[in-house]
C-alpha cells in the first residue's frame, strides 16, 4: 500500500501536542479589526486547543502520520515466588 501524504495546508496550519491534541491559531483575526472589541482581540492572541471531533477530522484525514498510537497493555511477568 502507497504511502498517504500530510495535506500540506494541514501542516502549516496545525501542530500536534505530546498528549495528541491539536493546536491551531485563534480565528477571526486577520482582517477588519477596528471592528472587533477589544477584548475579543486579547482572547484570539496565540493559539488554542482544537475540540475532540474537530481534532479528530484533522488527524485522521489530513495529518496521518501524527496520530498517537494506543500503547498496548504491558504483559505482566510471572515471577515465581519459590
Do not use: C, W
Not at 33 to 45: C, L, V
Amino acid at each position: 500500500m502507497p504511502k498517504m501524504k500530510t495535506h500540506s495546508s494541514a501542516k502549516k496550519r496545525f501542530k500536534v501536542t505530546a498528549k495528541g491534541k491539536v493546536k491551531a491559531g485563534q480565528a477571526l483575526t486577520s482582517h477588519m479589526m477596528m471592528n472587533k472589541p477589544k477584548s475579543m482581540k486579547r482572547k484570539a492572541r496565540g493559539t488554542t486547543v482544537l475540540s475532540e471531533p474537530d481534532a479528530r477530522i484533522i488527524l485522521g484525514n489530513l495529518l496521518p502520520y501524527s496520530r498517537k498510537r494506543k500503547a498496548k497493555p504491558a504483559a505482566k511477568k510471572d515471577e515465581g515466588s519459590n
